[in-house]
């Protein structure tokens, strides 16, 4: 592992849209801390991310503003999970789960931790209807 002792800056860097549907802040994430990345993620109000899975990546949602829903896996299987979420509750998703979330009636602001760290090419896109 090459992780220095830093501090850095979430509120410094910019908020970017992504295809799936949620403007995202990545506040840690780069090769000298492979273990791990950590990004804010923010879902416009009444509006939905698009089902997806992270390939070999573990995620964590850490819900910190607004309330929503969360899906996982497949409507089908006998394992789907569809739950509301508020402030303070933690999702887990096991590496190639279906996932997508939906906000409320404000925005939902959750922080995404994935281990190992988040890498564009680890998402697949598998929009669908439940």
């Known amino acids: 592992m ?25 506040w840690s994430n ?36 607004g309330t929503g829903r969360v899906e996982l896996g497949a409507a ?12 303070g509750d933690v999702v887990r998703i096991p590496p190639g789960v279906p996932q997508r979330v939906h906000a409320g009636e404000a925005d939902l602001v959750f922080l995404a931790v994935c281990t190992p760290r988040f890498r564009p090419e680890a998402y697949e896109d598998i929009e669908r209807s439940v």
């Open 30 to 65: 780069d090769a000298d801390d492979a273990d791990c990345s950590i990004a804010r993620a923010r879902v416009p109000a009444r509006s939905s991310t698009r089902w997806h899975r992270l390939h070999g990546i573990a995620e964590r949602y850490v819900v910190l503003e």
């Open 2 to 26: 090459n992780m220095k002792p830093q501090c850095l800056r979430g509120s410094d860097i910019e908020e970017t849209w992504f295809e799936e549907g949620c403007y995202i802040q990545e």
């Open 76 to 87: 089908d299987s006998a394992s789907f999970i569809a739950r509301p979420i508020a402030p």
